[in-house]
């Protein structure tokens, strides 16, 4: 009883289960690589990993919920910033064991929560389309960026697997989070499993082909992968 | 607005009672259907969700608050910054107590816990309020925040109008809400006029949320965040109460009468540690995995009051011991003699503290095994068939499973061996294989039939799976003990072989199969009857007394077969009263410095070594505890080691028992001074019974290495309070200042009392030294574990303590670096697996033992042989890929080819001819 054969027979469960997605999945990748051929051939070295300061935590983060890791919001939220546009940087703190995020704010009392100082921000850069376009979507955007911060912040490195599996199926006709726009969602999803993504062996990333591929998909979208190393999905 | 929706909702779930409160106040039209809990609506869910919603486009919403927030944006109200930070409050911070309180009401039947639960959030929200003097959460109008919040809160506000208690601006804020036409509706409802217990089942279905928020907590020893514990006055009372108390004369461990059986009054304990094969000297991983485990267990239950037993023997049947007889040129019984002793040294060494180390080859295992045999036989759980065994000619025998490779039938992978493909997992049968060869001569094998008996498991398959539903929800198996018997479950049992064509082995008594011997899997796990039979003629007070016996295993995840299927089968089908395993304790893997798979099996830092590294026992234990791979593969590293001991057993526990000590000793002349317990004395009173509360109940579930995380708990609040109150500058002022010295010194150095019990199981050596450098009453050791722990005052005023000296020393950079090369040797890649009894079965009888050191450095080329390990991985990931995908056959053989290249120099540059082709490393 090894991983190897475990992994093996999940393999083949998955060419009889997904074969059709797994063909979607190959040409998406021969596109991708077309598309990206540098960044998505280049397998980032073990070195690159260490020198972020995000890695460094490595040992605390496989063990405890992530919002245990200490300035992990205020880290993601600084990106957004970046990918934003926005001019002058924020300043933030963090309150309580959970270290949520806080955000000073000159109209009124301070903003509390990665979710709620995320969607400020998108509004303050005047990028509504971010929120999403409709009311249906905007529900949509609202309800992942809720998951986010409520199932994936307080996952373990067991529970993260139920998490990306629920998470695939959802993305299996899917582009983005929110259908066929880019959204919030998008962001702060990826930035919340790629803790898990870095750690993961390519052959466990590929049990979760359309993750696999919308994840690709994110950390390409331009000015998106910021303080965080790419994730590769080639051998 | 003509929205068809059907929102799906479900009775009695309080997240309901927001979606149809929001629809009533919003007048949204849709459609609802109420669906029953186990409903699984939301396609991409893998669990049931309620409610749901279907929008006219897009996807189902899964979450009420998106739903609410959706229906107020429909019905013409945006949501403002303010509004989405309330509603985000409302499911990170609210929920989760929220959840607790009811879990507390309902389910628990504790009400009154219900105010104490949710007072942090409760008080956040009136604080809120009252700033911002506003009507409502976002303003003076209603918005989606308050009905959602309002909703959440209802079920459990309204019923009770205590739990609110002074905090008027909630009170205020809260009854505009209960006199809602839309809330009370959707409360009506949901809840159906039942109250809090409409919500029974809903709840009955939750996770236990306290539990989770143990666990959470519990995986990394000392590595998680430290966060601040709130200490109620009950709490610390309750300590200061048991403080105060009387140590009890309970005998010691080291005092048990031999030999030990069963009691009526008592709970009785049978612990088994896998039984190590004979032939290797064992390593690090076997250690941790049975043996250690499964002595801190035992003797912590000693320390429990419990009446523990605990066996071990080596393993010494088979083919494989015959092949190192052969070699060492001596007999096998002689083989055994001397490496029974080997063992027997190396568990001294790391004061494995067994009832009875004993040894398969005696009168008693013949008796015992003969006698399961006959029973099976005479139950007619035996079958005989007549099996097609490979015979090298050449080497003029017949061939053990591993013995032989070639071809699988399967998948086609080229070095499949006899029992298994390492490639598609199956298993084989040896005669299946395309193209066998011999592994020592190369030689092709011939086919030769021979009759053999075997174990109907398809038979007594129905029998062991009752036993298992009972025995694994009753009892504490691990999470890989209970997967990996599932799958072998799920796959249907097959009969198996139990007789081999060997000549060292337990006798077939049957007329018919007079020259065979029972096959090691089948005899190997009598092993533990017949050394407890060593032990005492009583041996079936143990063994055949299961209302009387609890029964733990102790192994590495690869005996699990064995242990939960094969064994019980055979025990059941004897029908003979036999104590099957209660608690099955599997581990993972420990891995050596990083390297994920083993190319040569073997090799790395032996039980032997160990005590030449001048590394003391007690440290090895520590460290090898502290890694202990329990619920994932976990790594060895020297470095870390080194880091673990500096920092946690030098740094943080030595460092708090020395300076307690030495307070003692230096401010008060060598007596306890008198104590006068002040608020914080209390409070650190109850933190350490918390830490020592949970210690408890992670042992009694055998988490090992998440309990050890306490007792540094423990010594780092010691360590913080010493820093805090500062006795030594207190020592030196005035006759108040003095006192408070005092107390100070004096809890620390009961403290340390309490930790050289909690460390006993753990480091035994470094236990009696504390209690000896303090002069500890010797009853200490019996009360403080006792029920739900017992931190009493057990070095009273006056005690006079012993000369206090450090306890750990430092390990330095350099001596570290000269021992990870001392043991990086060759080996570019080592791997601790386990060799027991089931292993070797799986192995059976390995080709050859693996090479000893010196003469495998000849033409070893470590630099190359790493570049060579590295590049055989990815051209076999490469391969498996291929596969995956299903490319086409003559790229994927030349792939194969290079890969098999890869493997053969990779072998050359370690040091080792090619010739018997090397174990095939298995990746884990």
């Known amino acids: 009883m090894h991983h190897e054969i475990i992994y093996l027979f999940i393999v083949a469960q998955f060419l009889i289960l997904y074969h059709d997605a797994i063909l979607r999945y190959i040409l998406l990748r021969l596109f991708m690589d077309w598309v990206f051929p540098i960044s998505s051939l280049s397998c980032q070295s073990d070195v690159d990993r260490r020198d972020l300061a995000l890695s460094s935590n490595h040992i605390t983060r496989m063990f405890c919920p992530i919002s245990a890791v200490p300035n992990m919001a205020p880290r993601e939220l600084s990106a957004l910033e970046k990918f934003l546009g926005l001019k002058k940087p924020h300043k933030y703190s963090t309150q309580g064991v959970k270290k949520v995020p806080v955000l000073q704010i000159n109209s009124g009392p301070p903003l509390v929560g990665l979710g709620t100082i995320a969607c400020h921000l998108v509004k303050e850069a005047k990028r509504p389309d971010l929120l999403g376009d409709s009311a249906e979507s905007r529900a949509v955007v609202q309800q992942w960026i809720e998951h986010r911060v409520t199932k994936l912040d307080r996952c373990r490195k067991d529970d993260v697997k139920t998490f990306l599996k629920d998470l695939d199926h959802y993305l299996q006709d899917m582009v983005y989070l929110a259908g066929n726009h880019f959204t919030l969602a998008d962001i702060l999803i990826y930035y919340g499993i790629h803790p898990f993504m870095v750690d993961m062996a390519i052959h466990e990333k590929e049990q979760f082909i359309n993750v696999t591929r919308w994840f690709d998909h994110v950390q390409h979208y331009p000015g998106v992968q910021h303080h965080l190393p790419l994730v590769t999905f080639c051998r | ?924």
């Open chain 2, 1 to 924: 607005d003509a929205t068809s929706d059907p929102a799906c909702l479900l009775m009695s779930n309080p997240h309901c009672l927001k979606v149809l409160a929001a629809l009533e106040e919003t007048g949204v039209k849709c459609d609802v259907q109420y669906v029953s809990h186990e409903e699984r609506v939301v396609p991409f869910i893998s669990r049931p969700v309620l409610p749901a919603l279907l929008p006219p486009t897009g996807p189902h919403l899964f979450s009420s608050n998106a739903i609410c927030s959706y229906l107020f944006e429909v019905g013409g109200k945006d949501c403002s910054d303010l509004c989405n930070q309330w509603l985000e409050w409302e499911t990170t911070e609210l929920q989760p107590m929220l959840l607790q309180a009811l879990h507390m009401a309902v389910v628990l039947e504790k009400g009154s816990e219900v105010s104490k639960v949710l007072q942090g959030p409760l008080n956040y929200l009136d604080q809120s309020l009252s700033k911002q003097n506003t009507a409502y959460l976002t303003g003076e109008t209603l918005s989606v925040a308050d009905i959602v919040m309002w909703a959440a809160l209802y079920p459990i506000l309204s019923g009770s109008s205590t739990i609110l208690g002074e905090r008027n601006s909630v009170k205020a804020w809260f009854e505009r809400g209960a006199k809602l036409q839309s809330i009370q509706s959707a409360a009506q409802k949901v809840l159906q006029g039942k109250g809090l217990q409409g919500m029974k089942t809903f709840l009955q279905r939750q996770p236990n949320p306290q539990s989770k928020e143990i666990q959470t907590c519990t995986s990394s020893p000392a590595e998680a965040e430290e966060s601040e514990r709130v200490v109620s006055e009950e709490e610390m009372e309750a300590a200061a109460l048991t403080w105060s108390k009387e140590l009890q004369d309970w005998p010691l461990p080291e005092d048990r009468q031999h030999p030990i059986l069963p009691q009526e009054d008592k709970k009785n304990i049978l612990v088994t540690s896998a039984l190590p094969y004979v032939n290797n000297v064992p390593h690090l991983g076997n250690i941790i995995g049975c043996v250690l485990s499964a002595d801190v267990f035992s003797r912590y239950s000693r320390l429990r009051g419990w009446n523990v037993l605990f066996v071990c023997g080596t393993d010494e049947y088979g083919t494989a011991t015959e092949n190192k007889a052969i070699e060492e040129g001596l007999t096998p019984q002689e083989i055994c003699d001397k490496y029974h002793a080997i063992h027997s040294a190396i568990y001294k060494w790391f004061q494995i503290d067994f009832d009875f180390f004993g040894r398969t080859t005696t009168e008693k295992q013949t008796v015992i095994a003969q006698d399961i045999f006959w029973r099976l036989h005479k139950n007619n759980f035996l079958l005989e068939d007549t099996v097609e065994q490979l015979r090298c000619e050449n080497c003029q025998r017949f061939l053990a499973d591993r013995f032989v490779e070639g071809i699988c039938p399967h998948c086609a992978y080229p070095e499949a061996r006899g029992d298994q493909c390492d490639k598609c997992g199956r298993l084989i049968n040896a005669v299946e294989l395309k193209e066998p060869q011999c592994k020592i001569c190369r030689k092709t094998p011939i086919i030769c039939s021979s009759k053999h008996l075997f174990l109907d498991l398809p038979k007594l398959e129905i029998q062991l799976e009752q036993w298992l539903d009972k025995s694994t929800s009753t009892g504490d198996w691990t999470a890989n003990a209970k997967q990996i018997t599932r799958s072998w479950l799920r796959d249907g049992l097959k009969p198996r072989c139990i007789t081999r064509d060997l000549k060292w082995g337990t006798p077939v008594p049957h007329p018919d199969f007079k020259e065979k011997v029972f096959y090691v899997w089948f005899d190997a796990p009598i092993g533990y009857l017949s050394i407890t039979a060593n032990y005492t003629d009583k041996w079936e007070k143990w063994w055949k007394n299961p209302p009387q016996v609890e029964l733990y295993n102790f192994m590495a995840k690869d005996n699990v077969p064995f242990h939960s299927v094969v064994f019980p089968c055979s025990l059941l089908g004897a029908q003979d009263n036999y104590t099957l395993v209660n608690h099955l304790v599997a581990t993972e893997y420990l891995n050596y410095e990083d390297t994920k798979f083993s190319k040569s099996r073997g090799v790395g830092v032996f039980g032997d070594m160990a005590k030449e590294t001048d590394i003391p026992c007690d440290v090895w234990r520590f460290y090898l505890l502290y890694v202990r791979p329990e619920g994932q593969d976990s790594s060895f590293s020297w470095a870390d080691l080194a880091t673990k001991n500096n920092s946690e057993l030098l740094n943080n526990l030595g460092n708090f028992i020395n300076r307690a000590g030495m307070f003692v000793t230096k401010f008060f002349e060598g007596c306890v001074p008198a104590m006068v317990l002040q608020q914080e004395d209390k409070k650190l009173l109850a933190l350490v019974a918390w830490e020592l509360q949970q210690y408890i109940q992670l042992m009694d579930k055998v988490k090992i290495r998440d309990s050890l995380k306490h007792i540094l708990n423990i010594s780092r609040h010691g360590n913080q309070y010493i820093q805090v109150n500062e006795p030594w500058k207190n020592i030196k002022a005035g006759d108040a200042e003095r006192q408070r010295a005092g107390t100070v010194t004096g809890v620390s150095v009961n403290i340390a009392c309490l930790l050289s019990v909690m460390l006993y199981p753990y480091m035994p050596t470094t236990s009696q030294t504390i209690r000896d450098q303090l002069n500890c009453p010797q009853s200490v050791i019996g009360t403080m574990l006792r029920g739900n722990g017992n931190f009493v005052c057990a070095l009273g005023a006056g005690h006079r303590v012993g000369a206090v000296s450090p306890l750990f020393q430092k390990l330095e950079g350099d001596q570290i670096e000269a021992l990870k090369k001392r043991f990086s040797g060759q080996q570019s890649s080592v791997c601790f697996h386990p060799q027991t009894t089931a292993q070797k079965v799986a192995s059976s009888e390995a080709a050859t033992a693996p090479a000893p050191a010196a003469e495998a450095t000849a033409a070893a080329d470590p630099e190359r042989a790493k570049q060579l390990s590295q590049a055989v991985v990815e051209q076999g990931e490469k391969v498996r890929n291929l596969k995956a995908q299903k490319a086409e056959k003559a790229l994927i053989t030349a792939e194969v080819t290079l890969l098999l290249d890869l493997k053969k120099q990779l072998v050359l540059a370690e040091g080792k001819t090619p010739e018997p082709a090397p174990q095939k490393g298995k990746k884990k």
